[in-house]
């Protein structure tokens, strides 16, 4: 199997520690697997003419589904796309497909943490409740989405960012049986528990079947 072909698996992401975190979630180091490592993964970084896609569906899977269909048509490849993001309880979901740009455009992490903070600061903290949600979607080089996943992590919005690790909304997110955030937890913790390693997890299986077909060639 070794000498089979590498098999081009596009990222269908620009942001260079989400790339990191979903290509160790799409071939696990600690889960070897021949077919999937035969996976030549990269980034819409390695893609630079690829315009971006304008992610105006109203729900996670709409926008996982329409960056990965547009992405592989523009580029002829299997391209994997993620829409992620957090869904507080008390905000009613928000701020949901809005995560990215919670504080308005640009993308920024400190802002969209800060208006999430400004937003809690009067609720108490057993209504703090939260979830990360992710979900996958897999096209082919036509751009018919061949394969999906979701994933969920259950936590609570802290007061005051804690840990340097992770992105976006990690260093609020607390994990209350670790006591820790997304930002405090070490890669290996966060790639067992996290909204997209449960994603993932539910993919993989399909992804080896979906090799071994020989329908990524």
Request: proline letters at 7%.
């Given at each position: 199997m070794t000498d089979l072909p590498r098999i081009p698996l596009v990222l269908g992401t620009r942001n260079r520690k989400k790339g990191l975190e979903l290509a160790q979630l799409v071939a696990p180091p600690w889960e070897p697997n021949p077919r999937l490592a035969r996976l030549d993964v990269r980034t819409l970084?390695?893609?630079p003419d690829?315009?971006?896609v304008v992610e105006d569906a109203d729900t996670f899977?709409?926008?996982a589904r329409k960056k990965a269909s547009e992405v592989a048509r523009t580029l002829g490849l299997w391209v994997l796309a993620d829409d992620s993001g957090l869904a507080v309880d008390f905000l009613k979901g928000a701020p949901g497909v809005y995560s990215a740009r919670y504080a308005g455009e640009p993308s920024d992490d400190e802002a969209n943490n800060r208006k999430l903070l400004e937003a809690?600061?009067?609720v108490p903290d057993e209504a703090r409740g939260a979830a990360f949600l992710c979900n996958l979607a897999l096209a082919d080089p036509n751009g018919e989405v061949r394969l999906e996943a979701q994933g969920a992590c259950r936590g609570r919005i802290i007061r005051e960012l804690r840990g340097p690790g992770g992105f976006g909304y990690d260093p609020l997110f607390l994990i209350p049986e670790y006591h820790k955030t997304f930002g405090e937890l070490g890669a290996l913790a966060k790639h067992q528990l996290s909204h997209r390693s449960r994603a993932f997890a539910r993919l993989r299986p399909a992804l080896?079947?979906?090799i071994a077909s020989g329908a990524m060639g």
């Amino acid at each position: 199997m070794t000498d089979l072909p590498r098999i081009p698996l596009v990222l269908g992401t620009r942001n260079r520690k989400k790339g990191l975190e979903l290509a160790q979630l799409v071939a696990p180091p600690w889960e070897p697997n021949p077919r999937l490592a035969r996976l030549d993964v990269r980034t819409l970084d390695d893609h630079p003419d690829v315009p971006d896609v304008v992610e105006d569906a109203d729900t996670f899977s709409g926008n996982a589904r329409k960056k990965a269909s547009e992405v592989a048509r523009t580029l002829g490849l299997w391209v994997l796309a993620d829409d992620s993001g957090l869904a507080v309880d008390f905000l009613k979901g928000a701020p949901g497909v809005y995560s990215a740009r919670y504080a308005g455009e640009p993308s920024d992490d400190e802002a969209n943490n800060r208006k999430l903070l400004e937003a809690l600061a009067e609720v108490p903290d057993e209504a703090r409740g939260a979830a990360f949600l992710c979900n996958l979607a897999l096209a082919d080089p036509n751009g018919e989405v061949r394969l999906e996943a979701q994933g969920a992590c259950r936590g609570r919005i802290i007061r005051e960012l804690r840990g340097p690790g992770g992105f976006g909304y990690d260093p609020l997110f607390l994990i209350p049986e670790y006591h820790k955030t997304f930002g405090e937890l070490g890669a290996l913790a966060k790639h067992q528990l996290s909204h997209r390693s449960r994603a993932f997890a539910r993919l993989r299986p399909a992804l080896d079947r979906l090799i071994a077909s020989g329908a990524m060639g």
